[in-house]
Nanobody, 123 residues
Framework: QVQLVESGGGSVQAGGSLRLSCVVS????????MGWFRESPGKEIERVAT???????AYADSVKGRFTISRDNAKKTLYLQMNSLKLEDTATYSC?????????????????WGKGTLVTISS
């Protein structure tokens, strides 16, 4: 089956940068919608960023201008470059994919998820 495995989480000071990666393994056909989500205690899950098969991106207002989502289809890897990190960015970040959609639909749940990687921002 398809698996998504995140890496790159860790601790970083506010104002710093971090890059998350998500490697997709298993059988997939072509490209599809992928995204990054984050969860933290007391907050609802947030759709951080998505990227369509053609590279079109969308970002949550909370990260726009600071985060960049990208993909390397040859490596079947999704990235999230996080710059100018803030304390409120502390969360568990998970990558996800909707294998049935070439273009992301905000109202449609992702059907494959990674286990997540913890990002902790300190002052």
């Amino acid at each position: 089956q398809v698996q998504l495995v995140e890496s790159g989480g860790g601790s970083v000071q506010a104002g710093g940068s971090l890059r998350l990666s998500c490697v997709v393994s298993g059988h997939t056909v072509g490209t599809y919608c992928m995204g990054w989500f984050r969860e933290s205690p007391g907050k609802e899950i947030e759709r951080v960023a998505t990227i369509d098969s053609d590279g079109t991106t969308a970002y949550a207002d909370s990260v726009k201008g600071r985060f960049t989502i990208s993909r390397d289809n040859a490596k079947k890897t999704l990235y999230l470059q996080m710059n100018s990190l803030k304390l409120e960015d502390t969360a568990t970040y998970s990558c996800a994919a909707d294998l049935l959609m070439r273009w992301c639909n905000p109202g449609r749940p992702m059907d494959h998820w990674g286990k997540g990687t913890l990002v902790t921002i300190s002052s």
